[in-house]
């Protein structure tokens, strides 16, 4: 199994481009995430998926949109991104299905720049 | 809503030395905690956690945890550390109002130093 996987690794963006940040699991996972991490502030919540088909707003979602594309894969996008928005992104999933708590599984990051 | 405070950025010890890395948390419901490690340039990883139960908790590489309700603790042990241990460590905490939605503290960089 590969786990978390994420893409791209590293990315330099200028003021006003948009991307998107892509997220896959083989886990079987119905709970999926987008995290921010800067120094200093751990990690932030930007958006989460508790199951396929929806979606929620985090701690810091200004800026960002998502899509949980099926039950494996879960995008990110940038539609105008800002300096404020360098960061590393992790996208995470767990098995949480209503009441049961359990680990979340982290995907490697990608870096993001924008100049 | 609940918070984490780990009360060092970073924590320099000797190798073979035993460390504490501390974690506070605050909510107003039960809690469920989490210990991950991050070392560089890669993604999380579990180190232990507290669902319920025992408020020892053993994790993975000689670490422990206790949960500790009175003083809103949950700190994390190992008795001797080595140089591979250097890394930064997140408590996270979750609640039966959050979803499994994680909050984490700011994170404590752990420096071993031979």
């Known amino acids: 199994n590969a786990g978390v996987t994420q893409t791209p690794k590293f990315q330099v963006l200028k003021t006003g481009q948009s991307m998107t940040l892509q997220c896959a699991q083989d886990?079987?996972?119905?709970?999926m995430y987008w995290y921010r991490q800067d120094p200093g502030m751990g990690l932030r919540l930007i958006y989460y998926?508790?199951?396929?088909?929806?979606?929620d707003k985090g701690e810091v979602p200004n800026g960002y949109n998502v899509s949980r594309l099926n039950k494996r894969e879960f995008s990110l996008r940038l539609e105008s991104a800002a300096p404020s928005q360098t960061s590393v992104y992790f996208c995470?999933?767990?098995?949480?299905?209503?009441?049961?708590?359990?680990?979340?599984?982290f995907g490697p990051g990608t870096r993001l720049t924008v100049l | 809503a609940q918070s984490v405070t780990q009360l060092d950025s970073q924590v320099p010890v000797f190798e073979e030395a035993p460390v504490e890395l501390r974690c506070n948390y605050s909510?107003?419901?039960?809690?469920?905690l989490f210990w991950y490690v991050q070392y560089p340039n890669q993604g999380l990883q579990l180190l232990l956690k507290?669902?319920?139960?025992?408020?020892l908790v053993k994790g993975i590489n000689g670490f422990e945890a206790e949960f500790n309700k009175s003083q809103t603790s949950f700190h994390l042990r190992k008795p001797s550390v080595h140089i591979s241990d250097t890394a930064e460590y997140f408590c996270?905490?979750?609640?039966?109002?959050?979803?499994?939605?994680?909050?984490f503290g700011g994170g404590t960089r752990l420096m071993v130093k031979p």
């Open positions: 995470a999933s767990s098995d949480f299905a209503g009441g049961l708590f359990d680990e979340q599984f």
């Open positions: 886990m079987n996972h119905n709970s």
């Open positions: 998926s508790a199951s396929e088909g929806t979606t």
């Open positions: 909510s107003s419901v039960s809690v469920y």
């Open positions: 507290y669902l319920s139960g025992s408020t």
């Open positions: 996270a905490v979750t609640a039966n109002n959050a979803g499994n939605m994680l909050t």
